[in-house]
Structures are given as structure tokens and as C-alpha cells.
């Protein structure tokens, strides 16, 4: 019997297909990963940020940049692995 938990497209796969579904689906756990060790980075350099963007003369900004660099790598892994993380996860 199918089981009724997986999704249609999902409950006639090969074993080859099954395979590279959970092969997609670690790599996307792996850039979620990715994404929340960057969200931790950008926590420690907002602490520096404010004073960055008061102090630094002219465009001399360097903790901003990097600040928004990890802002933007935070946002392209954290889409990108929800995007290949979807659908139901295998169980062990």
C-alpha cells in the first residue's frame, strides 16, 4: 500500500530518484545550515555596525559592508535551501 503521508509525485519514484531527492534535500539542509552560521556572523558584526556608520569617515564603512554582504548570502542560502529542502523529509 502507498504510503498516504508522502506527497503524489513522490510515491512512484525509482530508487535512483529517491536517491537524488535525498541527496537535494541534504544539500539543502546544508545551506540552511550555511545560512544560520551567517545569521550568527551578522549578530556579532551589528554590534560593531552603528558605531561603523557614525565614526568612519566618508564611504569608509567596512563593518556595513560586511554586515550587509552577510545579509545578502543569509538571504540567497536561506531561500535556496528552503527551496531544495521542500516536500516531506525522510524518516530513518
Known amino acids: 500500500m502507498a504510503n498516504l503521508l508522502l506527497p503524489p509525485e513522490e510515491r512512484s519514484l525509482t530508487p535512483s530518484q529517491v536517491e537524488a ?31 561603523d556608520l557614525k565614526y568612519s569617515p566618508g564611504w569608509m564603512h567596512p563593518m556595513a559592508y560586511y554586515f550587509f554582504i552577510a545579509l545578502l548570502l543569509i538571504g540567497v542560502f536561506g531561500i535556496t535551501g528552503l527551496v531544495l529542502r521542500r516536500g516531506t523529509p525522510r524518516i530513518d
Open 21 to 51: 531527492l535525498d541527496k537535494r534535500r541534504e544539500l539543502g539542509h546544508t545551506l540552511l545550515v550555511i545560512a544560520c552560521q551567517f545569521t550568527v556572523m551578522a549578530g556579532i558584526l551589528l554590534l560593531w555596525v552603528g558605531q
